[in-house]
């Protein structure tokens, strides 16, 4: 029971949190980050409505701008259930973004450097390789977290940097395409590196890995003994070790698995989008999937969800570029939806009380 | 290496470690709290975007420091309600902070790109200690901004470790409930400790926008703020270890710089590469050796607070 300074209202702990408040809580979360949005538009000069309408149009209400939104949605997804996998251990996985990289990296190696020439062969074994370099980029972290509980919040998101910093070094440097007229990006990749789309649309059969990843995972967190593992890991290590659980296993485990997913992601988005690599192979994927993770409370499937709607939201960001909005005004706003989220939580697992006429604490 | 070169390289340690020095003196004071606060890469953002607009406009480097430490704060403020009063989790807070931080400077800063700054602050030699050989030119030729740092952190050193307010703000990080029941305002204390450090984040900040580029870049803390974070661990929670931890970052940052100048063959990339890798290192080496001995972070770090559950 804490008292709101300045007030006389009460906070108290809930014996259950009420099933509603998990869809309310959100929905005016979004609402208010809306809200001071629309207050730092207008702060500016600009005329909230009429953005906040192109956004949403632009987003959703042509076909163009819905396959685009979905196009944003698989990277959003896939990276999210990575980053999701690892939260669910407790474990802060901040280095989504770099996995994403390394695993770009790695597809494209595959696609176009490996010398076993162009075949059906091709695409499962830049799955396979993007899937290992994620992997591999998070067990550097995760075994010194493992071994001697080193903080992975910093040391993953350092080593974003340098995975950006690789790619850049790569697309710059020796793997820059020589018929590319000096433009940093690679040659194009041969047709079996080249994932299938839908119709002539953008929508690429990343979509259908993403499915596939959701599923497992449910199953996996559901119905596996190794699911329930990580879960009582997660609530607690103690609990855990006195379950006869190797934590040290399951982290470097966990770890591995979340950067392998994202960096299918990695791979999905040269394989399906670019078809080669350049930089900017991720705008911030990996950060926006720590909030979709939260909000979509580490469930597969609400993660999609989330996905479609953070997805929605870019695309509708590069709408009203045109319009001088600059694209962080999306990652604004999507900090604040995180703020309101946590602040709304007190909603969700406390009451809010008058304070009796005479308290009796002080 | 001449002579000149190794000492230009130290003067430069110096001034590209002073935004790391502020903000992780900054992290100090709010993890000796007890609150973690990850936010520091959004909040120096912000510093130095708000720290460049004002001095821009009043054409007074000191107003836009101020500036600067009242945006820093104002966003510390935020992760503090959220924190302290609402309980909220101080890593994902943290997150918010740093992502809102980073979307809020771009967008206020969109216009001011590139715009060169005409009142930068300026060298200022110290008179008489300028001139001792080597030292002189590695610490005494610089501007006000790193003097006020010279003078902050022996002060800080002794508010934590010799003054009743500093055994108040150690008792808070270490154990929340026997500090509460000493008649400590917890509340109060955290509130007041991480609106210091985002101050000081704030300024670490503006230092970059306003000496050490000076003009206003995207993303120009490029980790920075992180590299703070990680500071404090290595630094024990230790202002003074605090300033060594950020000249050795700067010196690294300098070594980069300086290479690439020097015709080494290596590719800009890998020597960008270094602070980042050199930090995971100094994590690993730190917490293995912190893991040995008994220096560990306060007790409570990371845990909110409740009368109830005491």
């Known amino acids: 029971m804490i008292k709101l300074p300045g007030t006389n209202l009460l906070i108290e702990k809930k014996l259950s949190p009420a099933p509603t408040a998990f869809f309310i809580v959100p929905a005016i979360s979004i609402l208010l980050a809306l809200l001071v949005g629309a207050f730092f538009l207008a702060l500016s000069g600009h005329n909230y409505f009429e953005i906040y309408t192109a956004m949403f149009s632009g987003a959703f209400g042509s076909s163009y701008g819905f396959t685009e939104t979905i196009v944003k949605t698989i990277p959003l997804t896939i990276t999210s259930l990575g980053i999701a996998l690892a939260f669910r ?196 994927y990996g950060y926006t999937a720590i909030i979709i993770a939260w909000l979509a409370r580490l469930n597969p499937f609400a993660i999609i969800l989330v996905s479609f709607l953070f997805g929605g939201m870019q695309v509708g960001g590069y709408i009203v570029q045109t319009s001088g909005i600059p694209a962080s005004m999306v990652t604004m706003l999507q900090g604040m939806l995180l703020f309101f989220v946590l602040g709304g939580e007190l909603l969700t697992y406390y009451k809010i009380n008058k304070a009796p006429a005479s308290p009796t604490r002080q | ?12 340690a110096i001034t590209a470690g002073t935004p790391i020095l502020y903000a992780a003196l900054g992290e100090v004071l709010a993890e000796r709290s007890g609150i973690l606060n990850l936010g520091v890469e959004g909040m120096m953002l912000v510093g130095a975007v708000s720290g460049f607009i004002c001095a821009l406009k009043t054409a007074n480097p000191w107003y836009g420091l101020m500036m600067a430490m009242l945006a820093g704060g104002l966003l510390a403020l935020v992760h503090a309600f959220l924190t302290v009063t609402l309980r909220a989790n101080q890593v994902v807070s943290g997150l918010a902070l740093t992502m809102f931080g980073t979307g809020l400077s771009g967008y206020l800063g969109q216009s001011y790109v590139g715009v060169p700054l005409p009142v930068p602050f300026k060298t200022v030699p110290i008179p008489v200690l300028s001139d001792i050989p080597v030292i002189g030119p590695v610490f005494f030729n610089h501007d006000p901004v ?165």
């Not at chain 1, 999905?268 to 900017?280: C, D, N, T």
């Not at chain 2, 290496?1 to 000492?7: A, P, R, V, Y």
């Open chain 2, 146 to 310: 790193i003097y006020l740092s010279y003078l902050l952190v022996p002060a800080l050193w002794f508010c934590i470790f010799r003054t009743r307010a500093g055994l108040h703000l150690r008792a808070v990080g270490e154990n929340p409930a026997a500090a509460d029941s000493m008649g400590i305002n917890v509340f109060q204390t955290r509130y007041l400790y991480v609106i210091i450090g985002g101050m000081l984040a704030g300024i670490g900040g503006a230092y970059l926008s306003l000496h050490y580029v000076p003009s206003w870049m995207e993303n120009m803390t490029a980790g920075r703020g992180w590299i703070a974070v990680a500071l404090v661990i290595f630094a024990t929670w230790n202002p003074v270890n605090a300033l060594w931890g950020s000249y050795l970052f700067g010196g690294i940052d300098a070594l980069g710089f300086r290479l690439q100048t020097l015709n080494v063959t290596v590719s800009p990339y890998f020597l960008k590469m270094l602070p980042y890798i050199f930090t995971v290192l100094v994590l690993i080496l730190v917490t293995k050796r912190n893991l040995a001995g008994r220096i560990g972070s306060p007790q409570a770090l990371g845990l909110p607070y409740d009368r109830e559950e005491r």
């Open chain 1, 89 to 284: 251990m407790q474990l802060w996985n901040i280095g989504g973004e770099g996995q994403i990289y390394m695993g770009a990296f790695a597809a494209t190696w595959a696609a176009l450097f490996f010398p076993i020439g162009d075949g059906w062969w091709t695409m499962p074994f830049m799955i396979m390789l993007g899937m290992l370099a994620g992997g591999m980029w998070a067990l550097i972290i995760a075994i010194p977290r493992a071994i001697w509980g080193v903080n992975e919040i910093i040391t993953t998101l350092m080593l974003n940097y340098v995975a950006i910093l690789w790619v850049n070094y790569l697309v710059y440097g020796p793997w820059k395409d020589p018929q590319g007229y000096n433009f940093p990006l690679t040659a194009i990749f041969p047709p079996g590196a080249i994932l299938p789309t839908i119709g002539d649309s953008r929508i690429h059969a990343g979509l259908f890995l993403g499915l596939l990843i959701t599923v497992l995972m449910y199953i996996v967190i559901q119905h596996t003994r190794w699911g329930y593992e990580i879960k009582v890991s997660g609530e607690s290590s103690s609990a855990a070790r006195y379950a006869g659980i190797s934590n040290k296993k399951n982290i470097i485990l966990v770890m591995f698995f979340s950067g392998a997913i994202c960096g299918l992601a990695g791979m999905s988005e040269v394989a399906g989008i670019a078809h080669r690599l350049q930089p900017g192979v991720s705008i911030g």
């Open chain 2, 1 to 12: 290496m001449s002579q000149e070169i190794f000492i230009a390289i130290l003067a430069t």
